[in-house]
């Protein structure tokens, strides 16, 4: 391989994001524009076990930019997370002649490039995850996507609680992280966020009591967000219609928040980090991360990357708690 005539491979792993397809189109037109052949792998890397792959050119990335989901498809791989696996999926670029790949996906997708690395290929990984729970970067493909998508479904809650004077609780997506919820939090204008990294059982009777005061000061209806990570949701609607006498109902989003015509953001910062991470490999690089860091894009070692450690926005927390007195 001499940076000049290389065969790249791109893989979309983990939870699908919207704004996966941005990011694909952008290593396929980049790389062409290089000269390197492109190999799409299907699947992820159950694609890469399975020699599922396909040639890809500039035009195979046509009018997919505004689409959600990812045209490769994505999934989870257990053979792959066994030395005999990872083997395999490096015999079988080899095979087919695949230098470097680049692996869009969360951080456990990221876990997967580095064994990769480890057994001859090169890689990059590209943060695609809707949970926006990886440490290295503040910003990963889907999370604008998924938060608009919870925001506007959570404003539609919002107007039937009101009419009938209704506490609302949501959960949301994360993982085991709080970030989609805080951020809805605050764009909801909700009263109260449960969320992973702080929770602890007296939060519930905290809901309770702020309900209850808002209530006597002549508030109508209350939104509160869950998060996934914490998850107990129709419990704590039981506990707070209890403990408030308020009829309370609890809408669990889920996957919706997965699908989608990406926003704006996320189709020009995908667009942006799969450029780089095509610029990186043709550069000779391996086992890098993108990053968004401080307002612009950067790149991180795989290993550094995973010694990092993702706190929740506490500044944000402290500007929920004010705003929701
Ligand atoms: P995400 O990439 O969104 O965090 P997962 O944690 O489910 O999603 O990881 C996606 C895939 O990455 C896994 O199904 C597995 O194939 C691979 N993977 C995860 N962790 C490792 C690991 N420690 N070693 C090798 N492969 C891994
Ligand atoms: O990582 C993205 C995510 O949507 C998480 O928020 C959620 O916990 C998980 O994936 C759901 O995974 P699945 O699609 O396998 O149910």
Redesign the pocket.
């Known amino acids: 391989m001499d940076g000049k005539h290389m065969t790249i491979g791109v893989l979309t792993s ?4 919207p704004g996966m397809n941005a990011a694909i189109r952008a290593v396929v037109r980049t790389a062409c524009g290089y000269g390197h052949r492109v190999v799409g792998i299907r699947r992820g890397f159950v694609g890469l076990l399975d020699e599922d792959f396909i040639e890809m050119d500039a035009m195979s990335v046509s009018d997919i930019i505004s689409r959600g989901g990812t045209i490769l498809n994505t999934s ?1 791989c257990e053979e792959f997370k066994t030395l005999e696996g990872q083997q395999k999926a490096a015999e079988n670029c080899r095979k087919h002649g695949i230098d470097g790949v680049v692996v869009i996906g ?1 951080d456990g997708s990221f876990r997967g490039a580095e064994k990769l690395c480890d057994q001859g290929i090169r890689t990059i990984g590209v943060p695609g ?3 926006l ?1 990886i440490a290295c970067t503040e910003y990963t493909i889907g999370f604008d996507t ?1 938060t608009s998508t919870a925001m506007e479904a959570a404003d539609k809650l919002r107007d039937t609680s009101g009419s009938h004077e209704r506490c609302s609780i949501i959960e949301v ?4 992280a709080g970030h ?1 919820a805080l951020w809805c939090s605050i764009a909801n204008g909700s009263e109260y966020v449960l969320l992973p990294e702080t929770f602890e059982e007296a939060d519930i009777d905290r809901v309770i009591e702020k309900v209850n005061t808002k209530r006597k000061i002549g508030k109508k209806h209350h939104i509160i967000v869950n998060a ?2 914490i998850g107990r949701t129709q419990e704590f609607a039981e506990r707070i219609e209890e403990g408030t006498g308020i009829e309370t109902r609890f809408t669990i989003l889920g ?1 919706i ?2 699908g989608g015509s990406p926003t704006c953001r996320d189709r020009v910062y995908a667009s942006a980090m799969g450029a780089r991470a095509v610029d990186l490999l043709h550069q000779g690089q391996t086992s890098r991360v993108v990053a968004y860091c401080h307002g612009e894009f950067t790149d991180y070692s795989i290993s550094a990357a995973m010694d990092m450690q993702k706190t929740i926005d506490h500044d944000f927390d402290k500007l929920l708690h004010k705003l929701s007195r």
């Open positions: 983990g939870g699908d994001a989870r969360g995850t809707i949970d729970d998924a997506m994360g993982r085991t989609i996934e990570g996957h928040q997965r």
